[in-house]
Nanobody, 124 residues
Framework: QAHVEESGGGSTQAGGSLSLSCVISGGSPSNDNIAWFREAPGKEREFVAAIDWYGGHRVYADSVKGRFTISRREVRNTAILQLNSLKPEDTAVYFC?????????????????WGQGTQVTVSS
């Protein structure tokens, strides 16, 4: 099965930026939808952003709209989540997920392969 791995997490101050990378190996990554979710302490996992298999449709959570951008790289096994204007409430472990199952891109249903997560910490 496919393997998903995130990188690029780190620490920054409020207003700063980070770029997260999601690399998918195995399977058929060019035909997979890719999404980012996050888990903050004491909270359930929540949707952040998604991009469809072709890269023509993007979906964002209201809380990150206008600040985060998801994109598909020319090497289509890689997706980037650009996080700008970061806020302390963005602090969480960010997970990348990939898959082609039926379901809304903002739900967990399409995604069968998940990474281990990368920590993003934003200080005030």
């Amino acid at each position: 099965q496919a393997h998903v791995e995130e990188s690029g997490g780190g620490s920054t101050q409020a207003g700063g930026s980070l770029s997260l990378s999601c690399v998918i190996s195995g399977g058929s990554p060019s035909n997979d939808n890719i999404a980012w979710f996050r888990e903050a302490p004491g909270k359930e996992r929540e949707f952040v952003a998604a991009i469809d298999w072709y890269g023509g449709h993007r979906v964002y959570a209201d809380s990150v709209k206008g600040r985060f951008t998801i994109s598909r790289r020319e090497v289509r096994n890689t997706a980037i989540l650009q996080l700008n204007s970061l806020k302390p409430e963005d602090t969480a472990v960010y997970f990348c997920a990939a898959g082609s199952r039926p379901g809304a891109l903002s739900s967990e249903r399409p995604y069968e392969f998940w990474g281990q997560g990368t920590q993003v910490t934003v200080s005030s």
